[in-house]
């Protein structure tokens, strides 16, 4: 079992930023993805981004060009820093470790808020 914790979240006006840390612990594989979800109010939660522990990335396309994902092996955390922000940004996020045999595992998530 991996145990997400996650930080950073907060209230930015348009146009701000954010960076959010997942520190990922417990049974890890040196083989997995980690990753960023989002759920706003009566939406179905969805990839925002996502890397390999090969460092190789993916982004939804909403996000690309403004958001970046990067990751720390030694540390086993994940950040997602976030470059002009808008309200259709405002979700809660959580972060995603899968370890490509069936485990997978969420953060508890972390409310990021875009308003002026």
């Known amino acids: 079992q991996v145990q997400l914790v996650e930080s950073g979240g907060g209230l930015v006006q348009p146009g701000g930023s954010l960076r959010l840390s997942c520190a990922a612990s417990g049974s890890i594989f040196s083989f997995n993805a980690m990753g960023w979800y989002r759920q706003a109010p009566g939406m179905q939660r969805e990839l925002v981004a996502r890397?390999?522990?090969?460092?190789?990335?993916h982004y939804a396309d909403s996000v690309k060009g403004r958001f970046t994902i990067s990751r720390d092996n030694a540390k086993n955390t994940v950040y997602l820093q976030m470059n002009s922000l808008k309200p259709e940004d405002t979700a809660v996020y959580y972060c995603?470790?899968?370890?490509?045999?069936?485990?997978?595992?969420w953060g508890q998530g972390t409310q990021v808020t875009v308003s002026s």
């Open positions: 995603n470790y899968d370890n490509y045999r069936g485990g997978v595992s």
């Open positions: 890397i390999s522990s090969g460092s190789t990335t």
